[in-house]
């Protein structure tokens, strides 16, 4: 089957480094050209090709250009993923932030939200608190630059080999069965969806549209993609966006990726306090 042309795929390899941050390799290539197959067949074209004309040479980049966001960023996530950071959301860093401010609306922003799981799973664990007696309340921010995950997201549906990562306990209180038993799927439960919100938001923009004052922002899993420098631009924004006091947690594979940054103290390997 035709492959890309090589000044197409260096095409898309600049244009997705210098919009979204990803680096793409040409060890990457057989994969990006995988992913950009299901376009090519979405839009009737014989070839990619000819799907490199479509974007490059015959003027649809723009009309193009969320669909091949969404083929070239990797959306792999988990319910309760790297589970120790939950265990210190709990055990550590919301009791300091409470104790800091009495009873507060705790805001909390998943920075690379995907189809939503670590958003919800922010959720479980902040409801679960308050359901025990802690004294707060919060609201969840979940963004991501694909906009087809987004929109999973905020459904809040996934299918039971998803849901299994979530205990028992957990899943009998925050998801909801499908009616129908051979869906195998559940939804998350309304009164956590009311309190987590999903927008499109681009890490490698020179502005958030977020607040200033979050408490807590979980960027895990995704700061791998984006070379040094961008690592620690991205980390610099984000620092701004916490209140004084605020936590940033990064993903085990990233604990380097916070060295260093203006207005970021690390606490632990993981986890920076500005």
């Known amino acids: ?13 600049d244009l997705i480094q210098s919009q979204v941050g990803i680096q793409l390799p040409p060890g990457k290539r057989t994969m990006l050209e995988g992913r950009l197959r299901k376009r090519m067949r979405a839009l009737d074209l014989a070839s990619l090709i000819d799907y490199g004309r479509h974007l490059f040479d015959e003027g649809h980049l723009n009309e193009e250009y969320v669909h091949l966001v969404d083929c070239v960023t990797t959306n792999k996530t988990d319910f309760f993923r790297e589970p120790a950071h939950f265990d210190i959301l709990r055990n550590e860093l919301i009791p300091r932030l409470v104790a ?12 690379a939200a995907s189809t939503g799981a670590e958003a919800y799973t922010l959720a479980m664990v902040l409801q679960d608190m308050i359901g025990a007696g802690a004294g707060f309340s919060y609201a969840i921010l979940g963004t991501d630059i694909s906009t087809e995950v987004l929109r999973v997201a905020a459904e809040g549906i996934y299918a039971d080999e998803m849901l299994a990562a979530v205990p028992p306990d957990f899943r009998r209180r925050y998801v909801m069965r499908a009616r129908d038993p051979a869906q195998k799927q559940g939804r998350i439960v309304p009164e956590l969806r009311a309190r987590t919100r999903f927008q499109h938001l681009n890490l490698m923009d020179g502005h958030y549209a977020v607040d200033h004052d979050v408490d807590i922002i979980f960027c895990r899993n995704v700061l791998i993609y984006f070379n040094k420098p961008t690592q620690k631009a991205v980390l610099g924004r984000l620092a701004t966006h916490l209140r004084p006091g605020g936590f940033l947690v990064v993903g085990h594979s990233e604990s380097m990726a916070g060295a260093g940054v203006p207005g970021l103290t690390p606490v632990s390997s993981t986890v920076f306090r500005r």
């Not at 800091?100 to 920075?111: D, M």
């Open 100 to 111: 800091r401010r009495g009873r507060p609306l705790l805001k909390v922003w998943s920075a």
């Open 1 to 13: 089957m035709p492959h890309l042309s090589d000044r197409h795929f260096r095409s898309v390899v």
